[in-house]
């Protein structure tokens, strides 16, 4: 004998968000100023405020936001210590609450650096603006990992902060770096109507001198100009500054009319963008 069942499943309406508890415990409690932004802001950016759709998603979603937006803003081992959706059923609301323990504020320990085999640590180390005693900054931190990412050095970088409440004082920071081939080679062909025939190449060398050097060197060659640019540029020192020398030349030839130029110069720029010169 087989038996078969019909479910028919009516919605009902939308649970609407009633309340909204945020309290945050701990040192970020008493931290003022360093922890007076990041208080304001939770329940600004809290994405479920009174009146939103309650759904298990965006709860989820949002106390995980919250708990990263403390993280961020220096208080990296943050976590929700207590949580509740109130669900009333007959008045289609529900109230939320949720705890969350700072922990302690970290500041800034030793740079750990894993994966190098070419370079030198202090070559990671020259890029960081982060230095031991800092309180943490993970803005910061995006930054190096953004300007290490950039450098031409490597394929890919990682970093994270020891979240270990016991090393908050100086708490580790670990990066993981995987080495870039040193040597790329890029050519290119084309046509068009304006210029004919076109061609450019580009010949790069992140490390010609074994001391992370970067040479580079790019050439174009069209029907009425050929240009030639080569550009070293040196690893950053101790200080954070990068220095660099170029040089260019140029030909033009238009309508019978022939232009040669020649320009050189030099450049010293900050891995802090706040101390750019050049």
């Given at each position: 004998v087989t038996f078969a069942a019909t479910l028919v499943l009516t919605p009902g309406p939308s649970t609407l968000v009633r309340d909204v508890?945020?309290?945050v415990e701990g040192p970020a409690a008493r931290d003022v100023p360093a922890a007076t932004d990041v208080l304001a802001r939770l329940p600004r950016a809290w994405?479920?405020?009174?009146?939103a759709v309650f759904t298990q998603a965006r709860w989820t979603q949002a106390k995980g936001d919250a708990v990263a937006a403390l993280a961020r803003a220096g208080f990296a081992?943050?976590?929700?210590?207590?949580?509740?959706?109130?669900v009333d059923p007959q008045?289609?609301?529900?109230?939320?609450r949720v705890t969350m323990e700072s922990g302690p504020r970290f500041r800034v320990g030793e740079l750990r650096i894993r994966g190098l085999s070419r370079y030198p640590p202090s070559l990671v180390r020259n890029f960081s603006t982060l230095k031991p005693g800092d309180a943490y900054d993970a803005d910061a931190l995006d930054t190096?990992?953004?300007?290490?990412?950039?450098s031409g050095y490597f394929a890919s970088v990682q970093a994270a902060i020891a979240t270990d409440a016991a090393t908050a004082d100086?708490?580790?920071?670990d990066i993981a770096v995987i080495e870039a081939p040193t040597r790329r080679l890029d050519a290119g062909f084309g046509y068009s109507t304006d210029t004919q025939?076109?061609?450019n190449a580009s010949w790069r060398n992140v490390d010609v001198d074994g001391r992370?050097?970067?040479?580079?060197i790019d050439a174009r060659l069209e029907q009425d100009l050929s240009n030639l640019a080569v550009r070293l540029t040196a690893a950053p020192n101790a200080d954070g500054w990068i220095d660099g020398v170029r040089g260019e030349v140029e030909r033009t030839d238009i309508f019978k009319l022939v232009t040669e130029t020649a320009v050189a110069g030099v450049r010293r720029q900050s891995v802090d963008v706040r101390d750019n010169w050049t």
């Open positions: 508890h945020i309290d994405p479920l405020p009174r009146g081992a943050a976590k929700i210590t207590a949580s509740e959706a109130a008045a289609e609301a529900a109230d939320l190096l990992v953004r300007l290490l990412s950039g100086a708490a580790p920071i025939f076109r061609a992370g050097t970067q040479l580079a």
